[in-house]
Structures are given as structure tokens and as C-alpha cells.
T-cell receptor, first 110, second 114 residues
Framework: KQEVTQIPAALSVPEGENLVLNCSFTDSAIYNLQWFRQDPGKGLTSLLLIQSSQREQTSGRLNASLDKSSGRSTLYIAASQPGDSATYLCATGTASKLTFGTGTRLQVTL | DAGVIQSPRHEVTEMGQEVTLRCKPISGHNSLFWYRQTMMRGLELLIYFNNNVPIDDSGMPEDRFSAKMPNASFSTLKIQPSEPRDSAVYFC????????????FGDGTRLSIL
């Protein structure tokens, strides 16, 4: 059974800092790994999807990496902004069934 | 393009009542997922459909929960009878199966059972 862990559970950083969120998973036989953002009272918004054959994906200030052999993924956020404050979840699994981590709650302060 | 639409957004009802949650997936998506999110257990997959057929309902907690997808544009999740421990946020998501495209989530239904 796939288990996904995210560290840290919460993080507070001043605006402008670069930061890294971590995700680890126990079963390396994955189809892809996805990073989502969740704002309070809202659903999840997809940020980046890394296919199992890929090592990283980039979108704007976000960069996600994948190391299947070690069961790890990181989400790098450059030059953080207050608008980045949200909970970030990673998820992985088969083509149809995702297992989610419990998320990292990020607060970017002025 | 309209996203995944869920209704109602909030539901408060008394223990023992029947609760029906509704979901309209994104047009053209052929996979639909129901999730439950709680503080204690995080986001859990309850059931998913592919081409309107239930594929995996192993996450459905017990017989009080049932889900249907009568057509490609509509799905329901029903709880009967409801219990206080069913209180959670229920999300519906849809995607194009096996295309390495992400799942798209609705804004959820916040359910409170008194």
C-alpha cells in the first residue's frame, strides 16, 4: 500500500525567500507524481505533474523534481510571495488511483 | 471552460438523515473520483468511475455510502443513514484516464452531521 509523507507539516517564511517542500513515498512503481495547491475552503488546484519517466517539471517560479529510486520529490518555490500562502499536497500512485500526502501548510509573511 | 461543479457547497443535517452530494465533471473527462478530506485522515479516495462504471470502491467506508454515475455528466454520492463521524469535506474530481493529465477538483461539499 502506497504511503505518502510530507515534511514539514507547516512552514512560515518571509517574502522573497526561496523554499523547498518535501514529499516521500514508499512504493516506487508510480505512474506519475503530482503537486497540488489548496486554498482555504477550496478544492485542489494542480500545479505540476511529473511523469514517471521524467526527472523534473517547471512552471514559472515552481520547480518539481522526482527521484523514483529514493522515493522522493521536492517542490521548489523561488522568490516566495504572500499569494503563495496555501497548503501544498503531493500525490502519487497508479494511472487512476492517487494517494495524497497530508500536506505542507505554507505561510509567506510580508 | 467550466470546472468540476459540486452541490451543495454546504450541508448541515441531523444524524440519521439521508444526504446526497452531486457532481458534474468537466465535459469530455472519462474518469470521476470522490474523495473525503478530514483533519485526522487527510484526503482519502472513496470511489472512482471510468466511463461511468465503478472501478474501485474499496475506499467506501461502509454500506451506508453509495455512489452512482448514471451518465457522463453527473454523479451522486449518497449517505444513508448519516452519522456525525461522516462530517467532512467531500470532493469530486475528474480527469482524462491514462493520459498523464492531472485530476481537476471541484470546490467540495462541507458536510456537517449533527
Amino acid at each position: 500500500k502506497q504511503e505518502v509523507t510530507q515534511i514539514p507539516a507547516a512552514l512560515s517564511v518571509p517574502e522573497g525567500e526561496n523554499l523547498v517542500l518535501n514529499c516521500s513515498f514508499t512504493d516506487s512503481a508510480i505512474y506519475n507524481l503530482q503537486w497540488f495547491r489548496q486554498d482555504p475552503g477550496k478544492g485542489l488546484t494542480s500545479l505540476l505533474l511529473i511523469q514517471s519517466s521524467q526527472r523534473e517539471q517547471t512552471s514559472g517560479r515552481l520547480n518539481a523534481s522526482l527521484d523514483k529510486s529514493s522515493g522522493r520529490s521536492t517542490l521548489y518555490i523561488a522568490a516566495s510571495q504572500p499569494g503563495d500562502s496555501a497548503t501544498y499536497l503531493c500525490a502519487t500512485g497508479t494511472a487512476s488511483k492517487l494517494t495524497f500526502g497530508t500536506g505542507t501548510r505554507l505561510q509567506v509573511t510580508l | 471552460d467550466a470546472g468540476v461543479i459540486q452541490s451543495p457547497r454546504h450541508e448541515v443535517t441531523e444524524m440519521g438523515q439521508e444526504v446526497t452530494l452531486r457532481c458534474k465533471p468537466i465535459s469530455g473527462h472519462n474518469s470521476l473520483f470522490w474523495y473525503r478530506q478530514t483533519m485526522m485522515r487527510g484526503l482519502e479516495l472513496l470511489i472512482y468511475f471510468n466511463n461511468n462504471v465503478p472501478i474501485d470502491d474499496s475506499g467506501m467506508p461502509e454500506d451506508r455510502f453509495s455512489a452512482k454515475m448514471p451518465n457522463a455528466s453527473f454523479s451522486t454520492l449518497k449517505i444513508q443513514p448519516s452519522e456525525p463521524r461522516d462530517s467532512a469535506v467531500y470532493f469530486c474530481a475528474s480527469s482524462l484516464a491514462r493520459t498523464n493529465q492531472p485530476q481537476h477538483f471541484g470546490d467540495g461539499t462541507r458536510l456537517s452531521i449533527l
